[in-house]
């Protein structure tokens, strides 16, 4: 059984809570991490946030908007929903980039890190030997991303769904670093840890040359 009363931020969306007989009681021996993943009605807090795909009719299913402890709040104040701003920015800039990730955490604006897709990449600049460093510093890739971005964003709405700052990444997510899940999905909190450096590189001032800005 699904539960919407607790709000997954302060700006919309909904944890996703369950309990029934196939659902696990607790954690052995563990009744601090039970109480912590448990509400007082006995639902257990799967961390999923997610928002009814129509509001008006419930019966139509729900869709998925990432995990609560991956959004953040912008220095406004606002709520980002950083599951939707991803997959929002994968699929206007795709075939280029394969994922992203978003920062932005008490920033004036978002950034992504951005993970290229090879194949795509090559084919864009003609280049079909050159690895990720050449790509990412490519004048035709960089500019073909930022009139992607530039469109979305004009669509896209306040702050908070805007990506401003886009900084390519050299490598792909590595899986023995825990940047990928066991689901084989990118690890966000993981990646922004491990790369705070390349996040810290978006908000620096002078601008870094390799920070791609979003106007």
Same mark, same amino acid.
């Given at each position: 059984?699904? =539960?919407?009363?607790?709000? !997954? ?7 996703? +809570? ?6 696990? @009681? ?9 109480? !912590? ?18 509001? *008006?009719?419930?019966s +139509? ?5 990432? %995990? ?8 406004? /104040? ?7 701003? +991803?997959?929002?920015?994968?699929? #206007?800039?795709? @075939? ?12 004036d604006?978002? /950034? ?5 897709? &090879? ?10 030997? *050159? ?5 990412? #510093?490519?004048?035709?890739? =960089?500019?073909?991303? =930022?009139?992607?971005?530039? #469109? %979305?964003?004009?669509? *896209?709405?306040?702050?908070?769904? =805007?990506?401003?700052?886009? &900084? ?15 689901? /084989?999905s990118?690890?966000?909190? +993981?990646?922004?840890?491990? %790369? !705070? ?6 908000? #620096? ?11």
């Open positions: 059984m699904g =539960r919407d009363r607790d709000r !997954a931020d302060g700006d919309g969306g909904w944890e996703l +809570r369950v309990r029934g007989p196939s659902v696990t @009681p607790g954690y052995w021996r563990n009744p601090e991490a039970t109480a !912590a993943s448990f509400d007082e009605e006995g639902y257990y807090k799967s961390g999923d946030a997610a928002e009814l795909l129509d509001p *008006a009719d419930p +139509r299913g729900i869709l998925f908007a990432g %995990r609560i402890n991956e959004n953040f709040k912008l220095s406004s /104040g606002t709520w980002v929903n950083v599951g939707a701003v +991803r997959l929002a920015t994968v699929e #206007a800039t795709s @075939p280029l980039l394969d994922d992203v990730v978003v920062a932005g955490a008490d920033q604006v978002l /950034g992504v890190l951005g993970f290229l897709n &090879l194949a795509a990449a090559r084919e864009l600049t003609g280049l079909p030997d *050159a690895e990720r460093t050449e790509l990412a #510093a490519h004048p035709v890739l =960089r500019e073909r991303l =930022r009139a992607l971005l530039v #469109a %979305r964003n004009a669509r *896209a709405g306040g702050s908070s769904q =805007r990506v401003e700052r886009v &900084l390519l990444l050299p490598d792909a997510p590595s899986g023995s670093e825990g940047e990928i899940t066991d689901k /084989g990118v690890n966000q909190r +993981r990646v922004l840890q491990r %790369r !705070a450096t390349d996040v810290a590189r978006l908000y #620096a001032q002078p601008l870094d040359p390799q920070v791609l800005v979003i106007a």
